[in-house]
């Protein structure tokens, strides 16, 4: 069964920095990695998708990689601002035609 | 629509009773799925639709959960004899397709039976 692990839980940091936000899964047969933003109380707002035979995506100053042999993929966030602070989470598709598994996130914030 | 609708976005129901939730995902989505989200936990798979039929319930924690979709759109989840352990956000997403599309998710029902 796959799991999904996030580490850190949480983060603070200055704004301005650059920062890493950890993934890791059991199942290194995976079909697709999917980064989301979730502020309190919202939605899941998709950020990156990144196929099983890709190694990384860009957006903006978001950069999200993917190592699938040894089940890791890394969310990195360029230049933090304050309205980076939410929770991102990490989801993992098995095969085509699944649906995603979830970490239960890390909860980012960016102070001023 | 120009995004994933989901009503009521807030429900408080008693112990026992009945309650429907609705998901209007993006039109053209084919695939159409229902997660459930505890606070500080990842949401959880409940179930997911590729049209009208359900590809994958082994989500669904019991059969007080029903979900349909009966046109290929939109879709109701159903909970009979709700318990209070069922509060929590209820989540609808879509993707062009079951094959590894982007999903988009909507602000999601926020259930909470007293």
Known sequence: K???TQIPAALSVPEGENLVLN??????????????RQDPGKGLTSLLLIQ???REQTSGRLNASLDKSSGRSTLYIAASQPGDSATYLCAVGGQAGTALIFGKGTTLSVSS | GAGVSQTPSNKVTEKGKYVELRCDPISGHTALYWYRQSLGQGPEFLIYFQGTGAADDSG??????FAVRPEGSVSTL???RTERGDSAVYLCASSLSLAGGELFFGEG????VL
């Open chain 2, 78 to 80: 159903k909970i009979q």
């Open chain 2, 109 to 112: 029902s926020r259930l909470t």
């Open chain 1, 52 to 54: 099983s035979s890709q």
């Open chain 1, 2 to 4: 796959q799991e999904v």
């Open chain 1, 23 to 36: 993934c890791s899964f059991t199942d290194s047969a995976i079909y697709n990695l999917q980064w989301f």
């Open chain 2, 60 to 65: 669904l924690p019991n059969d007080r959960f």
